[in-house]
């Protein structure tokens, strides 16, 4: 059975930081690259941040400079820092992982809400 089981969400005032993490077990593969996207309120799902298995990363224009994600792969677990944080990265955080055959899981999603 495949989970990925996200935490660290929460409520946050803006310039605050929060970190995200994010444990896969079952069939998740570390070869695999993984990812963090975000859902605000009536707007589509939109990506936030990916790393491959190497540590290679990419970022959403929107957060370069701000978050970092990062992956144990010994533990099989990935992790969002964010920091400097506006009322714009509101929303529901899922990770993104993949098995050795591609099939893509996602988890059910932690909320961040950055509020004064």
């Known amino acids: 059975q495949v989970q990925l089981v996200e935490s660290g969400g929460g409520l946050v005032q803006p310039g605050g930081s929060l970190r995200l993490s994010c444990a896969a077990s079952?069939?998740?593969?570390?070869?695999?690259?993984m990812g963090w996207y975000r859902q605000a309120p009536g707007k589509q799902r939109e990506l936030v941040a990916t790393i491959t298995s190497a540590g290679s990363t990419d970022y959403a224009d929107s957060v370069k400079g701000r978050f970092t994600i990062s992956r144990d792969n010994a533990k099989n677990t990935m992790y969002l820092q964010m920091n400097s944080l506006k009322p714009e990265d509101t929303g529901v955080y899922y990770c993104?992982?993949?098995?050795?055959?591609?099939?893509?899981?996602w988890g059910q999603g932690t909320q961040v809400t950055v509020s004064s």
């Open positions: 079952g069939i998740i593969s570390r070869l695999k690259p």
């Open positions: 993104n992982a993949a098995s050795a055959s591609w099939t893509l899981y």
